[in-house]
């Protein structure tokens, strides 16, 4: 396992985070971890915007979204 040292973190922030580990009974150290853990396995915004981009297929125009969405709308 490696370290990450953080500095200049405000006494608020510090203490957000604390309050936060206790309420989940964890150690600031035990909370800091799994919330790393994923943030680094969710996806960024623009991971997301990359594969929406690379996929390709049949385009729908907006006057066709729009009467498809008042169809399902009316339907439902």
Known sequence: M???LVRDLTE???RELVRRAEE???SLQQYLA???TRLAVSPT???VLRRIDARRGGR???AQAAADLAEERSSG
């Open 2 to 4: 490696t370290n990450v």
């Open 45 to 47: 915004l623009d991971d």
């Open 60 to 62: 729908v125009g907006f």
């Open 24 to 26: 989940r009974g964890q």
């Open 34 to 36: 799994a919330e790393l």
């Open 12 to 14: 608020e922030t510090h």
